[in-house]
């Protein structure tokens, strides 16, 4: 099977940074992309960053210019670099990504159990 595993998540103040990282284990022919989303209470799911096996990323409005994604193809690895955090970036930060299992034909879509972020004011 295939599992996602994030850390890194905690309490910050406003204006700190925090660093999630997501790694992919298990049976993993190819990963096509990896990305965060983030779910607030009372809310809806939101892409925050992806990236694909080529590299190409794409950030939410609400976090370009402060947070970065990359990613490690060796280590099956993905991060979210967040600086400068505002309150309103509080919540659950899930690890995603879309890949071909090795005992399967895919691709298909996992995710991790998520990791909470919270922003102090």
């Known amino acids: 099977q295939v599992q996602l595993v994030e850390s890194g998540g905690g309490l910050v103040q406003a204006g700190g940074s925090l660093r999630l990282s997501c790694a992919a284990s298990g049976s993993i022919f190819s990963i096509n992309a990896m990305g965060w989303y983030r779910q607030a209470p009372g809310k809806q799911r939101e892409l925050v960053a992806a990236?694909?096996?080529?590299?190409?990323?794409n950030y939410a409005n609400s976090v370009k210019g402060r947070f970065t994604i990359s990613r490690d193809n060796a280590k099956n690895t993905v991060y979210l670099q967040m600086n400068s955090l505002k309150p309103e970036d509080t919540a659950v930060y899930y690890c995603?990504?879309?890949?071909?299992?090795?005992?399967?034909?895919?691709?298909?879509?996992?995710w991790g159990q998520g990791t909470q972020v919270t922003v102090s004011s």
């Open positions: 990236i694909t096996s080529g590299n190409s990323t």
């Open positions: 995603n990504a879309v890949l071909n299992p090795g005992f399967v034909r895919g691709p298909y879509t996992y």
